[in-house]
């Protein structure tokens, strides 16, 4: 049997409602400064008042007009997430790859919904504006994959591609799919992470019809997302992406790449209990695999990076769960989630806060949880309320990532 390979994290970008570039977005998680706000959003049935994290985006900045003719705002923001990864990975021209091979790079990408601001803009088209005929990109432009498609091309990517819609989960799974593709040897390096661009009419009415989504705070709407907090009220839509770049450990080293992280545990499970309702010990047992794939103890985690949604059932359970695994090192673990900043990404958020993790990792100092001011007493670990926390001797961090159909992922990276 071949050896199990390290695996070197040595590259991240992000575009998020709190920044664009790894520096502006963590430089607002620690400040607890919030990109939630109010946008109004025109319906059939007249305009309203959405809380979403929705990002300033300008395509027309980053890319040749006809090239976004066959790109949805998901792929535009992956793309643009990448290409920081990618630069900071060295990897930005061809001819500094340090012998890696096109054919043993590839791309491993998490979205939940995929082009789905394209088909709502052909629902409407076909149903309100009634046109005969629908753009001729509509079925590229929403499929899932296009972004791994896009990806590839960009980059001249032609190792293992695929795509993971896993809800919630779905960027930390493709993230662990692609570590296992470099550690048993079918890949030396992989572009991974996940985009989410939802913020449209149909699926912001869909979770409308859930009644899971945050009301205003009278803080003011960037207040709105309060996770872990006795008052919260629900979880806030967000859009956005982050993308790493792994790289087999030896194969890094030899071509003088900085490495910023070890990828070093990865673990999924299903609770098969309920496809909305989550249930602790599936998501404990994650963290609990996680840790033995990593070869850690739980008292080895010195930060935990929660799903943290702000709903009223979920924040609890994982609560629950997180105590399950780390047993008698659950009180003195520091956990915070960091969606009460940027809003919940759904498919990209398993990327966005394990990006978040690694940079805690590096640079010593833990992201609080915002506008935790009261606590729900049945949330009693301690969630790093409201300010950021030197760690300097910081060793390894976990990140989790929980979705609707009870599917967990969590990730686990150490200091180089």
């Known amino acids: 049997m071949t050896a199990l390979r390290r695996v070197a994290i040595t590259g991240l970008g992000i575009v998020s409602p709190v920044g664009t570039g790894c520096a502006a977005f963590f430089e607002s998680l620690l400040a607890a400064r919030s990109g939630i706000r109010a946008i109004d959003v025109a319906f059939p049935t007249g305009t309203e008042s959405v809380l979403a994290g929705d990002i300033d985006f300008h395509p027309d900045a980053h890319f040749a007009k006809a090239k976004l003719l066959t790109m949805d705002r998901v792929s535009q923001l992956a793309l643009v997430a990448a290409r920081e990864a990618m630069q900071q990975a060295g990897l930005g021209d061809p001819s500094t790859w340090g012998g890696l091979q096109p054919e043993r790079f590839g791309v491993s990408m998490g979205t939940g919904s995929g082009g789905a601001g394209s088909l709502d803009s052909a629902y409407t088209a076909l149903l309100e504006q009634k046109v005969a005929r629908l753009r001729p990109m509509t079925v590229v432009l929403a499929m899932n994959n296009a972004t791994a498609a896009h990806l590839s091309m960009e980059f001249g990517l032609k190792g293992p591609n695929s795509t993971v819609s896993n809800a919630c989960a779905s960027s930390a799974t493709a993230i662990g799919d692609a570590f296992r593709q470099i550690r048993h040897g079918y890949a030396d390096a992989m572009l991974v992470g996940g985009a989410e661009a939802l913020l449209n009419r149909g699926t912001i009415k869909a979770w409308q019809a859930m009644h899971t989504l945050a009301r205003p705070h009278a803080d003011g709407p960037q207040a709105s997302c309060r996770p872990f907090s006795k008052d919260r009220t629900g979880l806030v839509l967000s859009e956005g992406s982050a993308m790493l770049v792994l790289e087999d450990w030896e194969t890094a080293k030899r071509r003088g790449a900085t490495i910023l992280a070890e990828l070093a545990g990865y673990a999924s499970t299903t609770d098969a209990h309920h496809l909305t309702q989550p249930e602790a010990q599936g998501q404990a047992s994650a963290m609990v695999l996680g840790l033995q794939d990593a070869g850690l103890n739980a008292a080895d985690i010195g930060y935990l990076n929660a799903h943290g949604t702000a709903t009223e059932v979920g924040d609890v359970v994982e609560t629950n769960a997180i105590r399950l695994a780390f047993q008698g090192a659950a ?12 809003g919940h990404s759904m498919g990209a958020a398993g990327a966005m806060e394990f990006l978040a993790s690694v940079m805690a990792l590096r ?8 506008f935790l001011e009261t606590p729900d007493p049945r949330c009693d670990l301690d969630y790093i309320p409201l300010q950021a926390r030197d760690s300097k001797g910081l060793r390894a961090v976990m990140s989790n990532s929980f979705a609707f159909g009870g599917s967990n992922s969590v990730l686990i990276a150490k200091t180089a």
């Open 363 to 370: 640079v010593g100092q833990l992201p609080p949880t915002a």
């Open 331 to 342: 009180d003195a673990l520091p956990v915070s989630s960091t969606k009460g900043v940027h």
